[in-house]
């Protein structure tokens, strides 16, 4: 069993950045599928970002590209999201997740295919 930890959630104006982080309570290889979501209210969850390792493939949200960069530590163990540029529509949970396997490229940011998930990390920004 894989359990997730997000931290670095916070209150932002527009503008500004935080940098998300989520620590896995094992090693995960190269072979999970890792990933980004987020949730506001009345909405669903939308993939963010995602990463493959084993094919060296990451994914973004459109409405993120060029603001947001997920990347991992060299330990495997952890997950981040720096988000710069924030805007008032990026407000939400923010969940991480993780799958065991493979995971076609036109799959990486929808959430049902996610196995493993953490409790979320509130990221609030005001314009």
């Known amino acids: 069993q894989v359990q997730l930890v997000e931290s670095g959630g916070g209150s932002v104006q527009a503008g500004g950045s935080l940098r998300l982080s989520c620590v896995a309570s094992t090693y995960l290889g190269d072979n999970y599928v890792l990933g980004w979501f987020r949730q506001a209210p009345g909405q669903e969850r939308e993939g963010v970002a995602a990463?493959?390792?084993?094919?060296?493939?990451?994914e973004y949200a459109d409405s993120v590209k060029g603001r947001f960069t997920v990347s991992r530590d060299n330990t495997k163990k952890t997950l981040f999201l720096q988000m710069d540029g924030l805007r008032p529509e990026d407000t939400g949970i923010y969940y991480c997740?993780?799958?065991?396997?493979?995971?076609?490229?036109?799959?990486?940011?929808?959430?049902?295919?996610?196995?493993?998930w953490g409790q979320g990390t509130q990221v609030t920004v005001s314009s």
């Open positions: 997740a993780a799958k065991r396997g493979s995971l076609g490229w036109a799959l990486l940011l929808l959430a049902q295919y996610y196995v493993y």
């Open positions: 990463i493959a390792t084993d094919v060296g493939r990451i």
